[in-house]
């Protein structure tokens, strides 16, 4: 299946509508370099965005989290190293990129126990209410049937519990919006090439699926309009990236 949707003058472009068959392909193909791609790409700011995603699970000890579109596993295991929830489930319907995070669960040793397992974020292998907190970064954007998930996620949750979402998103301000489109559009599928040696289009997917993600406002209003009772949100970085913490 081409990933090239039409063409423009001379250039194809590269259309960031998500389909299963499209995504599992790219992180099946890019898994052994999302992480340096990534640490590359948001200039190491990926970390300093998981950390306040594991602030915003407002954990409490002993409770259970189920992080979906877990990929190389960098948020289950920040959520691990704090050692207060007292398990983590980590999916990913790629077991390339879990295989990744897998490699690197070792190296978080603290009270939490860590699982993992494939399993498709629109329908998730898990009874109801069996969580306390779902969480996902840098997912959300790449699933075909987002109202699907937040049923889904509902149906996990238990009262009370939270979404928490870590999500690339649209800056408010117009010139920083501006130089952040340039970075997306140039350099990162430049990167994206070079760290996977000519896997270019991949990374304008990435740089398509961004720009056609709902602002934050609509966002918070599709989880709402889903059947969370709250739906809030904290922009990082001037709104490259947004996290929003939804209520059940
Ligand atoms: C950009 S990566 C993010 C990985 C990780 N959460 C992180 O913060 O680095 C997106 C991940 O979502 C996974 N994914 C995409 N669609 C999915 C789906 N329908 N069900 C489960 N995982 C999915 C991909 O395989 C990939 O690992």
Request: charged content about 20%; some cysteine; aromatic content about 8%.
């Amino acid at each position: 299946m081409s990933d090239k949707t039409s063409t423009a003058g001379k250039h194809e472009v590269v259309s960031g509508e998500p389909t299963t068959e499209r995504v599992r392909g790219i992180f099946g193909r890019i898994a052994e370099s999302y992480d340096a791609f990534n640490m590359m790409s948001s200039m190491g700011f990926d970390r300093g965005w998981r950390r306040a995603a594991v602030r915003a699970t407002q954990l409490t000890p002993g409770s259970s989290v189920l992080d979906i579109c877990a990929g190389t596993g960098d948020l289950a295991l920040a959520i691990a190293a704090r050692g207060v929830a007292k398990r983590v489930e980590a999916t990913d319907f790629s077991p390339e990129m879990l295989a990744v995070a897998m490699r690197k669960a070792p190296k978080v040793a603290t009270g939490t126990e860590v699982a993992f397992s494939v399993a498709d974020a629109q329908a998730l292998p898990f009874g109801d209410a069996s969580f306390d907190v779902v969480t996902v970064a840098f997912g959300v954007r790449n699933l075909p049937d987002r109202a699907a998930n937040f049923r889904e996620v509902l149906r996990v949750l238990r009262p009370g519990g939270r979404y928490v979402i870590l999500e690339f998103s649209t800056p408010g301000w117009a010139p920083w919006r501006a130089v952040y489109h340039l970075y997306l559009g140039h350099i990162i599928p430049l990167l994206g090439s070079l760290l996977t040696r000519g896997d270019r289009t991949s990374f304008e997917y990435l740089n398509a699926s961004i720009r056609s993600f709902p602002d934050q406002g609509s966002l918070a209003r599709e989880l709402k309009h889903a059947g969370f009772t709250s739906a809030e949100w904290k922009n990082l970085t001037g709104g490259i990236v947004a996290i929003h913490s939804a209520v059940k």
